[in-house]
């Protein structure tokens, strides 16, 4: 868990500006947050696929070895707009007062723009608080709600006083987001096995998933958006289960 905190530190440090000013959930309701993604994320693209076209590298901000994956790759607009491949920071990018964060996966085969909800990101962390603080004064016991396997559970919001954060997911705008933790450690995660299932049913792919794949990558292949604060997922009984390895 330590080293998983310390890989956080760079997003946590971006993710700070909005917790100081207090402009959390609602940002969602800005109009540049409402947006389609794919018309910021066309141009951006292809400001990155120039840019490492050009020079060999990407346009990326510095993280640790032990940032979670789908959080590593931050792109450095900076250096985008320093050499005129971008006029201008997307306007629901952080950088620009947005609710997302702009990042690249499959980075050493086919860099690819997807976007971080801060909006989540923030919310895990209010949570984790709390449960940090709960463990702290019950003797290192978790506020473990209804169990889903031996290593997680849902969080029990109930003794925390704090009520569940009501944030859509960025899959399916109908669903909210459930929070789920490691019974062992605390570490609170977003619960991704709802939207990742309904990207199976819909595309009908449920005879072709392998024993040992992360079905978290379904949700980055069929979507602008990355799966963060979140765990692995196995298929396992016909759903998607959490997993506590990579």
């Given amino acids: 868990m330590r080293s998983l905190i310390q890989g956080r530190s760079a997003l946590l440090a971006l993710v700070l500006v909005i917790l100081l000013t207090g402009c959390a959930y609602p940002q969602e309701l800005r109009k540049e ?76 085969t086919k860099p690819t723009v997807k976007l971080m909800d801060l909006s989540a990101y923030q919310s895990v962390d209010d949570v984790q608080k709390k449960v940090n603080d709960y463990i702290a004064k019950h003797g290192g016991n978790v506020p473990q709600g209804v169990s889903i396997n031996d290593d997680f559970a849902y969080v029990d919001f109930k003794p925390l006083d704090l009520k569940e954060p009501n944030i859509k997911s960025v899959y399916d705008r109908k669903n909210v987001i459930r929070y789920i933790l490691n019974k062992q450690t605390g570490e609170v995660a977003i619960d991704y096995a709802m939207d990742i299932n309904t990207f199976i049913q819909n595309n009908a792919l449920g005879n072709s998933l392998k024993p040992e794949q992360d079905l978290r990558q379904i949700l980055v292949e ?4 990355v799966p963060i604060r979140s765990v692995s997922y196995k298929w396992l009984n016909n759903q998607p289960m959490p997993q506590n390895q990579p």
């Avoid at 994320?41 to 032990?66: C, F, R, W």
């Avoid at 069929?222 to 958006?225: A, E, L, M, V």
């Fill in 33 to 108: 947050n409402q947006i389609n993604p794919a018309e910021f994320i066309t141009v951006v693209q292809q400001a990155i696929d120039t840019y490492h076209e050009k020079t060999g590298v990407l346009p990326i901000k510095n993280s640790e070895m032990t940032t979670p994956l789908y959080e590593k790759y931050v792109i450095d607009f900076a250096k985008l707009k320093k050499t005129n491949l971008l006029s201008s920071v997307p306007a629901n990018a952080f950088e620009s007062g947005g609710i997302f964060i702009y990042v690249l996966v499959d980075a050493e």
């Fill in 222 to 225: 069929k979507s602008y958006f």
